[in-house]
């Protein structure tokens, strides 16, 4: 016997056990009471709520052979065909792939014949916003005056897309995206009949990634059982669907919070070491500092699940409302060039950098308030006019002044640009080297927090004339360093009061073998983007599955 998927299997088949949806399935009950029955209905909301499902319940209450009723029996022949998706007076037409005037024409000539066994002839539309605009038009008519024993229901995820003249001939039930806790209850009412146990934290991740849907959840159940296990565990949904567990995020706002740049780096590159897809860490990032702010102003967000509150709680008294939409404005926008970067690593590294800045920066008004200030104190301070003669003399030593900085500007920035080596020459070896080594490591972490993290990665090639050569298998740490190996260069010339020099290659190591599976010049080949993705992070390819 073949495998019936959870979501079909748990289809709601009466209006009572719709979920989340009461003002719409109250509304059409007592439509079916009364006999006030439309003659095309528009169910509009996101995916996988049960706008089909509550299709197939309206049609079942409609042709049910004690109906029409509110309790459809689920035992008759034509509830049971209806369930199966086999009934003759039922249709069930699928917008994406019948978008044209010939199929809507083509409707319209079943049209002319009555029902076979059934009450009504239905038709239920799932994504009609995908019908051209000429087979909108060509629907319009049937739409404004259809046979009596007609009815359409009709389904969509977009309906801004739907022509007004079709929706304003339909009565619209727009259906709501159903509670995290709504789906917590479900999950948990499955999970016995299907001999599965999950912990309650795995069951919160599941419902949440669902965002919203049903299905959905379902679904990443389905997907989730394939492991085998007795027990489902919060690692176990973390590691099958990439999620960022909420740990990292905790670490990373508490490395915000004390201005501790290495960490900041260092944490999140072992994140993205992990396999951890950018996007999905800014995403979550970006919804973890939303929950803060949520909390900042009282309220308290279904996403976050009741084990963490004191902590986002607590950390929201270190932020101000001001700072915090701050900081998801800078992500957003991350976010979005992301998508684009070529190097989107670094991108996120910068504006992790710029969130450690948080404390520092001053709003407007406050900034406004203490020119004020300044500005007051400044009118108590008595004026004295010069005279002539003193105004000459201090012009012209302003002058003269302006005249010494020009001069001596590009003699300071000699200075600085390279050391002046002492009379006598030092000569740097590897034991001098490695001597010093913990206080050049020191200074580059004082200067370039970034690049200092790369340093554990390289080796030590060779030593001649006070030249540094360097070696690194990680291309990320080669190009890092390479980009500022002036600095480093003028860093270790002043560390040891002698013209140094460094320098850096970017040796491949030999990567692992696997039979049957692509090599690198195939991807390229086949996808030039993924090729240069895995050699951008140092990536080598395990396997490849096709469908």
Known sequence: MSYLVLARKYRPQTFDELIAQKHITETLKNAIKTDHIAQAFLFTGPRGVGKTSLARILAKGLNCKLGPTITPCNKCKNCLEITTSISADVIEIDGASNTGVEDVRSLQNELLYPPQSSEFKIYIIDEVHMLSKNAFNALLKTLEEPPKNVKFIFATTEPHK?????????????????????????????TPLEHINFEDSAIFLIAKKADGSLRDSLSLMD???????????????????????????????????????????????????????????????????????????????????????????????????????????????????????????????TTLLKLTKLKSLISIEQLESEMVVAEQQKAYIPETKPSKIEFVHETIAKKKIEQEKVVSKPEIQEDKKVAKPPSKKISINEELLDKEWSAIEEKVRNEMPVSAIHLSRIKLKSIKNNFLHYTTPSKLAYQTLR????????????????????DFEFIQTEKKKY????????IKRESPKLAEMIDTIDGYIVGQTRE
């Open 162 to 190: 739907v022509l007004p003249t079709i929706s304003s001939r339909c009565q619209r039930y727009d259906f709501h995206r159903i509670p995290i806790q709504e789906i917590i209850n479900q999950i948990k009412k499955i």
């Open 223 to 349: 997907q989730i059982l394939s492991l085998g296990k007795e027990k489902i565990t919060k690692d176990d949904v973390l590691q099958i669907f990439g999620i960022v567990d909420i740990d990292f995020y905790h670490t990373l706002t508490k490395n915000i919070i004390e201005n501790d740049n290495k960490k900041v780096i260092e944490n999140f590159h072992n994140i993205v070491a992990e396999g951890n897809d950018i996007n999905e860490i800014t995403l979550g990032f970006i919804e973890y500092l939303r929950n803060i702010l949520m909390l900042k102003i009282g309220i308290s967000p279904e996403e976050v699940h009741p084990d963490n509150i004191a902590q986002l709680t607590e950390f929201s008294k270190d932020f101000s409302e001001e700072n915090l939409l701050y900081a998801i404005t800078i992500l957003i926008d991350a976010k979005e060039k992301i998508k684009t970067s070529s190097h989107p690593i670094l991108f996120l590294e």
């Open 483 to 502: 980009d500022v190996s002036e600095r480093l260069t003028r860093l270790l010339t002043n560390h040891f009061g002698t013209r140094t020099k460094i």
């Open 515 to 522: 039979i049957n599976n692509p090599t690198i010049e195939d």
